[in-house]
């Protein structure tokens, strides 16, 4: 079969390797540093969980829905190249974002950062040298500042530590406009007028919620100015004015945020499910499955180039191409400049032109497997969590490290850590698998994961995660390693890739989504350690409550006759010898025995 030039397998699974590379290389432009974006163009915590939860949530139930279509209308590559030349678009039009402070790219380029003082975005902190209570972090929302008798030189930043006096975040004020950050200036320093701390934070709406900073600082304004002199009575209600002018952009920069991303995901998430789903079909028609399995690591080193490699880009390079935009547009640029690499890839990407051989309705047939198998729903239910506890890290740990003075470089770089971990482990995994059971290794990958998430809730400086990301390896690698054996092992025939796309995208991504929700809200109502030490404590009872469920199932074996054919060549025999050299009668012969010790 070979000798076709349309079954060249070695140049498919060659064409196959570079796509996963380039693609790789493209969504670590963007995805872990877009959260990072929206904090800089001035959303709180809660609207950024409401973004990245929809976005999520967009990928899971849309991805499948047009890899159905593709397939049905045999229309992959146009699905392909649509969906590079539409993703590259979309992401230009984030650039496009009005960011809430109009001078921030100014400030953040002309070597401003020595300045201590920092106000970070409406309903995160306001932060900076301010008077504020002799009491813990932890007893205030997020957002909630406070300014009572006692002078302190502390800052805090917005996941509710507090930094020492000669401490100061890397960025220099904050995402609020400039006049915003005069008026509380001048405010603070004219008189000892105070900021009452806001107590009604959890029982207020979310907008209310995030615009209470600048409510509470209206009050503070108009004082401070008739303390001063009342010729600048007409100066602090402009700022007033102003500030309600503040609040209008906050809305049009999180609509325009949401809607961006939204119309960016409906077009990029059907890219790779679709890219998979036609090369595993390009080889199933030549059985050369098995070299299928080992493409995911060419996604892992682009990932692990691209974050590392747009990180020192950026710092070098978002001053000179925009310095009144947020910093952080080169990840936009640099996304779209990679799509267009991968478009040349994409039209020679091994597509098969014969119909697959798998029957329609695969998604409800998996459901229903799903429904029908104790084992399966337990495993969903861990998907789930381990999706919403993961979302908690990728959403604002960068927002910690950020906080700690951290630059891009070193984000990108604990990012680049835990993807060659996971490689590095990769060729023990059939001995880890052997000696802990699968069960044992999920157990093992929530406890990593809810150890890590321990560990980042007391983070006390930015380098201090590194270490952490090296269990990554455990915690997402060995972790999905277990889950895809078990699927493996419980699916039925030709239903092992569909029970394994839903684990991927339904479950995991609608804990993901979940999770977004619920932390945003956290963040801003509680603080990023709470968020953190509340999913420990999650996965920490789900761990205790699998284990003991999984040890009362029944242990049922089963027959994988598709592997055993795939091991043992046909060479029976009518006679009896040949008949007692039968591979299906050894291997029955075998279950017996087993099932009887």
Not at 36 to 45: E, F, M, P, S, T
Not at 129 to 154: D, E, M, Y
Not at 265 to 282: F, G, H, K, M, N
Not at 565 to 587: C, F, I, P
Request: charged share 15%.
């Amino acid at each position: 079969m070979n000798a076709n030039p349309q079954w060249d397998v070695s140049r498919a699974l060659g064409v196959a390797r570079l796509f996963h590379l380039v693609c790789g290389v493209r969504d670590a432009c963007v995805t872990p540093f877009l959260t990072l974006y929206l904090r800089q163009l001035g959303l709180a915590a809660p609207w950024v969980g409401i973004v990245m939860g929809t976005k999520h949530l967009i990928a899971a139930f849309w991805a499948p829905f047009c890899a159905f279509l593709a397939k049905g209308y045999q229309k992959r590559r146009a699905f392909l190249i649509g969906s590079l030349l539409g993703s590259m678009g979309a992401s230009l039009l984030m650039v496009l974002v009005p960011p809430l402070d109009k001078d921030l790219g100014n400030r953040s380029c002309n070597g401003s950062r020595s300045v201590t003082t920092t106000v970070l975005p409406p309903g995160v902190a306001l932060t900076g040298n301010f008077t504020s209570a002799p009491q813990p972090a932890s007893n205030h929302p997020v957002g909630a500042p406070s300014l009572p008798a006692k002078r302190s030189t502390g800052i805090r930043d917005a996941s509710g530590f507090r930094k020492g006096p000669g401490k100061s975040v890397q960025e220099p004020f904050s995402y609020l406009p400039s006049y915003f950050v005069s008026s509380v200036e001048g405010a603070r320093t004219t008189s000892g007028a105070l900021l009452h701390p806001v107590t009604s934070g959890v029982k207020d709406t979310p907008w209310e919620g995030s615009f209470k900073v600048v409510s509470t600082v209206l009050p503070l304004l108009t004082e401070g100015t008739a303390l001063g002199s009342p010729a600048n009575l007409s100066t602090a209600k402009g700022n007033a004015g102003a500030l309600d002018l503040s609040l209008q952009g906050l809305r049009w920069t999180f609509i325009l945020s949401l809607g961006f991303v939204v119309f960016w995901e409906l077009l990029t998430a059907p890219l790779e499910q679709v890219a998979d789903d036609s090369l595993y079909e390009y080889l199933d028609f030549v059985d050369a499955t098995d070299r299928y399995r080992h493409l995911w690591i060419w996604r892992l080193l682009g990932m692990s180039a691209g974050v590392c490699g747009i990180a020192a880009l950026v710092e070098q390079l978002d001053c000179f191409l925009m310095t009144r935009a947020p910093r952080g547009v080169v990840h936009f640029y640099g996304y779209s400049l990679v799509s267009t690499l991968a478009l040349p890839v994409s039209t020679a990407f091994p597509i098969p032109t014969c119909r697959g051989r798998e029957p329609r309705h695969q998604t409800i047939k998996a459901l229903s497997l799903v429904a029908r198998d104790s084992r399966l729903i337990l495993l969903a239910f861990t998907v789930f969590l381990v999706g919403a506890a993961t979302s908690t890290v990728q959403n604002f740990l960068f927002w910690h490290m950020r906080d700690h003075g951290s630059s891009e470089l070193v984000m990108g770089f604990s990012v680049a850590l835990s993807l060659l971990g996971e490689i590095l482990l990769h060729p023990f995994k059939t001995t880890l698998l052997r000696k802990l059971s699968m069960a044992g290794t999920v157990g093992l990958g929530l406890g990593c994961l809810s150890g890590q998430l321990l560990y980042y809730s007391f983070l006390w400086s930015w380098w201090a995660v590194l270490p952490a990301q090296i269990f990554s390896a455990i915690s997402n690698g060995a972790l999905w390693w277990a889950v895809v054996a078990s699927i493996e092992d419980l699916a039925t025939p030709r239903m092992e890739r569909p029970l394994s796309a839903m684990f991927r995208g339904h479950f995991y991504g609608g804990g993901a989504s979940l999770g977004s929700f619920v932390g945003g809200f956290m963040v801003s109502h509680f603080s990023l350690a709470t968020l953190y030490q509340a999913s420990c404590v999650v996965l920490l009872l789900w761990l205790v409550l699998h284990l003991s469920i999984q040890l009362r199932l029944p242990q049922e074996r089963k027959i994988n006759y598709s592997k055993l054919l795939a091991v043992e060549a046909s060479d029976t025999s009518d006679s009896e010898q040949g008949t007692e050299r039968d591979w299906l009668v050894k291997a029955m012969r075998e279950e017996h025995s087993d099932w009887k010790d």
